[in-house]
């Protein structure tokens, strides 16, 4: 079975400081895609970046970055210039290929101080 | 953009209720999940649907039923609500996860039972 695990329960870093979230996933499978949600205290979750595992090149979406490394089944959030709307809970996610459900690891509470 | 619309932020219960949370999305997705959210515990699934009349048991479905007539709507049902299925559910839909572009949620029910 599949597990994400995300090793950083909460987080706190000032704002315009650059954070690295990190998260590891198990599988057996070689096409899968990957995923990072964000909750801010409104509760909507939105969906920030996504990675295809058959892909090399990291995924970026703006001040959001991806570290993907397959073999080590890594996949690290990268928020650079923090700011104070990015303070949320943060859940990466796992979906395998082919599959309906994704898989979501615990989550890592991030907040960006003043 | 596709919008998930649950139909409750809040809901107060008593034990022993059977309780309805309702979820609707415009999209015309095959895909809808319910989801359970605790601290620490992250987003468990509990059942999802990839069409009408169709349904799925996910990891934690005891407890629960669902039910699609519509292709857009998608409900769970808490046959006889317990003080241990307070809660944050989230809904969630997928135009089909084979795509893998992840899903869009809704803004969650917030769900205390006394």
């Known amino acids: 079975a599949q597990t994400v695990t995300q090793s950083q329960p909460e987080m706190s870093v000032q704002e315009a400081e650059t954070v690295t979230l990190s998260c590891t996933y198990d599988?057996?499978?070689?096409?899968?895609?990957l995923f990072w949600y964000k909750q801010p205290p409104s509760r909507q979750m939105i969906l920030v970046i996504r990675q295809e595992a058959y892909k090399q090149q990291n995924a970026t979406e703006n001040r959001f970055s991806v570290n993907f490394q397959k073999a080590a089944k890594s996949f690290s959030l990268k928020i650079s210039d923090s700011q104070l709307g990015d303070t949320a809970m943060y859940f990466c996610?796992?979906?395998?290929?082919?599959?309906?459900?994704?898989?979501f690891g615990k989550g890592t509470r991030l907040h960006i101080l003043p | 953009d596709v919008k998930v619309t649950q139909s409750s932020r809040y809901l107060v219960k008593r034990t022993g209720e059977k309780v309805f949370l309702e979820c609707v999305q415009d999209?015309?997705?095959?895909?809808m999940f319910w989801y359970r959210q605790d601290p620490g515990l992250g987003l468990r699934l509990i059942y999802f649907s990839y069409d009408v009349k169709m349904k799925e048991k996910g990891d934690i479905p005891e407890g629960y039923s669902v039910s699609r007539e519509k292709k857009e709507r998608f409900s769970l049902i808490l046959e006889s609500a317990s003080t241990n299925q307070t809660s944050m559910y989230l809904c969630?839909?997928?135009?089909?996860?084979?795509?893998?572009?992840?899903?869009?949620f809704g803004s969650g029910t917030r769900l205390t039972v006394v």
């Open positions: 999209m015309d997705h095959e895909n």
């Open positions: 969630a839909s997928s135009l089909t996860a084979w795509t893998g572009y992840g899903y869009t």
């Open positions: 996610a796992f979906l395998m290929n082919r599959d309906d459900k994704i898989i």
């Open positions: 599988t057996s499978e070689s096409n899968y895609y």
